[in-house]
């Protein structure tokens, strides 16, 4: 039977679903429209299927692009109905896809330009097929028929395989030998929907990105994996004076070069993009009329097919007095970027960083270990402008004569300096006033508590529940309490056996043992009902019901930071005051956090986000309230009998390490301790001269160093979780993800801004985001601080965390462990 015998057809009929067709039954019209809206239609021989009336929309991805298709559409160009016919109408009513049929070539390129249909099948059967390959002809002479798909239907060859090549020749993309069977049609369409359709909607959005590029005021390159040149934008020309076609098809080397780099610096770039690291830097481009002009450039290699470098992406801005300051970031580790995404993790460097101590310390493993330190320290990625400037100026100081190398040590201890851009304001005894504006607005002291802190508080009051004003005494702890505790000096305690034991009240207990460790009361001059007070009240002000960020995690960093002040570099850098800094602001780092990112606060115009200025809102307020929460009762205000300016300087401490595990400055405190602490300890391991000792002792114990130490030992306890224990590791994996997932529901809920799209909790890979974290966040980090303080047992759990996050994603899986056996 055919498709449509009982009804008469003019020229074509089409055939489609959706409620939004651009058919009608309007009597103007030539063609016949036949409304697919029932459960099969025996007229056309189709067997029934559900009907769903609304048209499709597809969603793609690529790379950060988000691309979406509309229902697709099918042009059939069948001259007669046949079982062929009939097949690829049901198929195209079974996949929602839009379908068009027309019985001459005339009709077939009319609605062609009408419709843009995306698969256009042709039957290439009949006795004249030059009809067809004519008709696919004309259809590729239109301008945008290129990300058309269009198939020839062929006999079945009775004897030897015919050769494709006059299809191809003609534009056909493919071809289908014909099958009457309605699947092996379906089939057929899905398959060129999700294989070349969907192909050709990427290809047609690289026109948007070119056209951006084009657009662009930065000059753009792109050159092969040989580095011959394949596309220049108009920025590049105008900045170069070339012509596109002067370029296209050079190598860049045949290019003149500027005489103004130095000598090594193409060798340079070379060696980093040869090993699929982005370059960037300054920059001399050699114009056409001779001229030389300086560039900031960025020079980025694209992962392709293979895992191989397919192409480089040049980025370059004239550097001239109005971008000077408007440079592309250094010193930030850079990834090569693929064909798909955006960027690829970077594969975890094995082993440490480490620099061995110059004094005595560690047994002939832990030496063995730091056989390849220098190496290592000197291979890191983490290298920024001013890091430049000061191997530029310790180049300069080995021919200098004396008074000049000596000026140049100063010179760089003012560069290694935490506040390089902090003014030194001096003091005027003759004006008074100007002490007095410079001592209220400029420098960090006691202040008086603003109205805004008050009515924060009036609005969200932080409530002291009368039974923890008075808990136990460390010497009435519980049995099983005291029992889970005896070994809280390992790295390998399991805070959450004290969690169960404690009934979520970790943190009164172990800061009770660890602040008596330390001496801490005896440092504050304050009895111990006062700290058990002030324990109380803190850990009450964390949430509960946070699944990461509650009193657990608080008193997880605690154990770190104790663990890391009985590391014997730590010891001979720090005192005391600093120690008890570092306890305090391991306990108040997170209080009273709601669960959410500084980034959803902001998005949802909280108050805290508006108090704070959008910047750092949540460690702001946790420094804040601790000592709101400190000094509101006597009961619980540990601070109340120190000397004024000792509790000044206690205080800015504190202060001072709870804004440091804000991550936006990540990288800059990693990277100040590395350039401050890491490499000058390592060249002085490497020279072993005399005054090894003192020289190292006054790196150690500088003020600004001291200050980047203790910052870092922060920063390393309250992320520390990829380098403790594998199951400890599994169980803080788990709840992070679990307070994200939240988060993101939350932000779907409310219409946010989803700050972190990948952890939607039907979609989301564990694995994947903890390898993410471990290699852009940890690795890094944590091998500068084993450098410095000698941490083998917690390298050893971070590579063995990373390889079972790896097996587990190399697996496919995206749940925290693998299924039972």
């Known amino acids: 039977m055919g498709c449509a015998s009982s009804i008469n057809i003019s020229d074509r ?17 030539t063609n016949t429209t036949l409304q697919s809206q029932h459960q099969g239609n025996p007229a056309l021989g189709l067997p029934a299927k559900p009907s769903d009336n609304k048209p499709t929309v597809t969603e793609l991805e690529f790379g950060p692009m988000r691309l979406y298709k509309e229902q697709l559409q099918v042009l059939l160009v069948f001259a007669k109905d046949d079982n062929q016919s009939n097949a690829f109408c049901w198929a195209c009513e079974k996949a929602n896809f839009r379908c068009s049929i027309a019985r001459t070539p005339e009709s077939a390129l009319e609605s062609f330009l009408e419709k843009h249909h995306d698969i256009i099948i042709i039957d290439h059967r009949q ?8 008709l696919c002809r004309s259809i590729r002479a239109v301008g945008w028929s290129e990300s058309a798909v269009i198939v020839a239907v062929v006999k079945r060859p009775e004897r030897e395989e015919g050769s494709v090549m006059p299809l191809i020749t003609a534009g056909f993309n493919r071809r289908y030998v014909e099958n009457g069977n309605m699947m092996s049609c379906y089939n057929e369409l899905i398959q060129l929907e999700r294989g070349e359709v969907r192909a050709q909607v990427k290809l047609r959005a690289c026109n948007a990105l070119f056209t951006a590029l084009e657009q662009s005021l930065d000059a753009v390159e792109i050159s092969s994996e040989d580095q011959v040149i394949q596309y220049v934008n108009p920025a590049y020309e105008t900045v170069t004076g070339y012509q596109r076609g002067e370029l296209i098809g ?19 770039i070379n060696t980093c993009i040869m090993k699929g690291k982005e370059w960037q830097g300054l920059y001399y481009a050699k114009k056409k009329n001779g001229d030389s002009v300086q560039q900031n450039a960025k020079i980025t290699p694209v992962i392709g097919q293979g895992g191989k470098i397919r192409h480089y992406v040049s980025i370059y801005r004239p550097l001239n007095d109005n971008n000077k300051t408007d440079k592309f970031s250094e010193g930030v580790p850079a990834e090569p970027h693929t064909d798909v995404q955006l960027s690829r993790h970077r594969d975890r460097r094995k082993g440490s960083l480490d620099v061995r101590s110059t004094t005595s310390r560690g047994s002939d493993g832990s030496s063995q270990r730091r056989n390849s330190s220098m190496a290592r ?3 890191m990625t983490i290298e920024a402008p001013i890091t430049k400037v000061i191997n530029i100026i310790n180049a300069a100081q080995e021919s200098s004569p004396m008074p000049v190398s000596e000026a140049l040590d100063r010179v760089l201890e003012i560069l290694r300096t935490t506040e390089l851009y902090s003014p030194q304001l001096g003091t005027k005894e ?21 109205g805004n802190e008050y009515i924060f508080a009036t609005k969200h009051p932080h409530h002291i529940p009368s039974h923890l004003i008075t808990p136990l005494s460390l010497n009435d702890i519980p049995l099983r309490v005291a029992q889970t505790m005896e070994n809280e000096e390992s790295w390998d305690f399991d805070i959450f056996t004290l969690e169960a034991a404690t009934l979520k009240r970790p943190l009164v207990f172990l800061g009770l043992k660890i ?19 002030w324990l109380s009240v803190i850990e009450a002000n964390y949430h509960s019901s946070n699944s990461y960020h509650n009193s657990s995690h608080a008193a997880d960093v605690l154990h770190a930071t104790a663990y890391f002040l009985c590391k014997e570099r730590v010891k001979q850098t720090l005192d005391p005051i600093d120690e008890v800094a570092a306890l305090i602001a391991a306990t108040v780092h997170d209080v009273d956090h709601p669960g959410r990112t500084n980034s959803f606060l902001c998005n949802a115009g909280s108050e805290l986000a508006i108090l704070y200025n959008d910047t750092a809102v949540l460690e702001s307020h946790h420094a804040a309230l601790a000592f709101q929460l400190s000094t509101r009762d006597d009961k619980c205000n540990i601070f109340k009998n120190m000397d004024r300016n000792e509790y000044r300087s206690l205080r800015q401490a504190i202060i001072d390490m709870v804004l440091a595990t804000e991550m936006t400055k990540h990288f800059e405190h990693v990277n100040k301790f590395v350039n401050s602490i890491n490499k000058p300890l390592a060249a002085l391991e490497e020279n072993e001269g005399n005054g090894e000792e003192d020289c ?37 994996a788990g709840r992070i993800s679990e307070e ?9 809920q409310q219409g946010l801004p989803v700050v972190m799209p990948v952890f939607d909790r039907n979609t989301c890979s564990i694995p994947k985001s903890q390898i993410s974290f471990i290699d852009y966040f940890i690795t890094d980090m944590f091998d500068a601080w084993d450098a410095f303080a000698d941490l083998p047992n917690l390298m050893q759990h971070l590579d063995s965390n990373f390889k079972y996050w790896k097996s587990l994603d190399e697996q496919k899986l995206c749940t925290l462990r693998p299924p039972p056996e």
């Open 13 to 29: 009929v089409v055939y489609h679903r959706g409620k939004d067709s651009e058919d009608s039954h309007s009597p103007q019209q």
């Open 127 to 134: 006795p004249r097929h030059s009809e067809a390959e004519a």
């Open 250 to 268: 050079k190598e860049f080397i045949e290019m003149p070069k500027s005489e103004k780099n130095r000598p090594d610096l193409l060798e340079t």
């Open 377 to 379: 320290i000197h291979s």
């Open 430 to 450: 003759e004006d008074p006033h100007t002490n007095d504006l410079v001592g209220g607005l400029m420098l960090d002291g006691l202040r008086r508590l603003s």
């Open 515 to 533: 602040f008596s460790r330390f001496g801490v009361c005896e440092f504050l001059n304050c009895p111990e009902t006062t700290l058990r007070a």
């Open 696 to 732: 190292a002792r006054s790196i150690l114990t500088s003020p600004e160093n001291r200050i980047l130490i203790k910052r870092m030992l922060i920063k390393c306890a309250d992320i520390s979780n990829p380098c403790r224990p594998l199951e400890l590791c599994i169980e803080w």
């Open 740 to 748: 994200y997932f939240a988060q993101t529901d939350e932000e779907k």
